[in-house]
């Protein structure tokens, strides 16, 4: 265990407002993890070009497209889907009573003498738009049913049913990925807003916090992030390692509690050399959190991003715990705000989990 030496990261005034007015600097990953970098599709050419290749580039992964849209989206995929695939097929079944001479049949019970009606009381594009309804959903046939004695209905029919079922298969299997997609586990794992800098066990440490929100617990927790540095039109980026209390690099057996996962500040840090006094390189820290969902056993993974004005020096996080007048353990609501690591703490009433306190 090293302590802290003369040239660990200061903790003074200069220090700490010189992180507070770094230039502004544009993410590549949002607070809640989603990618703000944009890939232009192409270097020359024209807008209607590059909407042109998008979209093409879209229909090649269409499945994934459509796990991935937003629940509005996939909704209106939906809707709209059926709906265009009963219209296709009513002018489908309306081009077939015309060729057919159905439309001009006055009596469908009565057609005169070796006419032979494709589908009955197809007289109209709403009657077909109707008939091409309750051929979908299989709602039994009334008054409209399609000829035996007409092998053109008989094929019509066959390749509605056989598109019909490959859609309906195809959109239930993505409502079904939708659902159970380990991201939707993901949303309940929650960051610290702010990453801290202080002494953990004598040593200069970099700190963040991640709290599960949810009662379900994850196992085989492991925390990694990486380092994304700009100098000029170069971006550079290098791995940091963080550790969980004595259990070094292993990973977590039980994420039940807010765990608070610490990275050495050491010379030989990459981090280090960008939060020394008088550095103004532009980097942003990005934090991935994996995790095993215990019933499932399905991986899900989330992710934060942290500026220069996000890491706070001479700081720690308040204490993440406290025992009820029952005796039972609870959730402080402010175990992810942080407080000067100079403020006193009562080490009586403190019962330290994870190294944080307990009140």
């Avoid at 197809?122 to 007409?150: H, K, N, R, V």
């Avoid at 980026?237 to 690099?249: I, N, R």
């Avoid at 050495?264 to 939060?275: D, G, I, R």
């Amino acid at each position: 265990m090293t302590s802290k030496s003369k040239g660990s990261v200061p903790g003074d005034k200069a220090s700490s407002s010189l992180l507070l007015s770094s230039p502004p600097y544009q993410r590549l990953i949002t607070k809640e993890g989603r990618c703000a970098f944009r890939v232009p599709l192409s270097s020359s050419g024209s807008r209607r070009k590059s909407l042109h290749r998008a979209w093409l580039l879209a229909m090649q992964d269409l499945w994934g497209l459509l796990v991935n849209l937003r629940w509005r989206w996939t909704l209106l995929a939906f809707c709209s889907s059926f709906v265009a695939h009963w219209l296709f097929f009513a002018c489908l079944w309306y081009l077939l009573a015309h060729l057919n001479g159905d439309l001009d049949v006055q009596d469908h019970d009565a057609p005169p003498q070796g006419h032979v009606v494709c589908v009955k009381y197809i007289t109209s594009f709403s009657a077909a738009f109707s008939f091409s309804l309750e051929t979908q959903l299989t709602i039994g046939y009334g008054t409209m049913f399609p000829s035996g004695d007409c092998p053109s209905a008989i094929a019509l029919l066959a390749v509605q049913m056989l598109l019909g079922l490959m859609l309906e298969v195809f959109i239930t299997g993505a409502f079904v990925a939708k659902l159970s997609r380990p991201q939707k586990q993901a949303g309940a794992i929650q960051f610290s807003p702010q990453a801290v800098v202080g002494q953990h066990l004598g040593q200069t440490c970099l700190m963040v916090r991640a709290t599960n929100l949810l009662k379900r617990p994850l196992v085989d927790v492991k925390l990694s992030a990486v380092l994304y540095k700009c100098e000029g039109q170069a971006l550079h980026q290098t791995s940091l390692d963080f550790y969980l209390d004595h259990l070094g690099q292993k990973a977590c057996p039980l994420f039940i509690f807010p765990l608070t996962f610490y990275h050495p500040l050491e010379p030989q840090s990459p981090l280090y050399p960008a939060l020394c006094e008088g550095s103004s390189t532009n980097f942003e820290l990005v934090v991935f959190l994996s995790a095993l969902q215990e019933g499932t056993g399905d991986s899900c993974q989330k992710r934060t991003s942290y500026l220069r004005q996000e890491i706070k020096l001479n700081h720690c996080f308040a204490p993440a715990f406290r025992i009820d007048s029952c005796g039972r353990y609870t959730v402080s609501s402010q175990h992810l705000s942080t407080a000067p690591s100079n403020e006193p703490v009562n080490k009586d009433s403190v019962v330290q989990i994870n190294s944080d306190g307990m009140e």
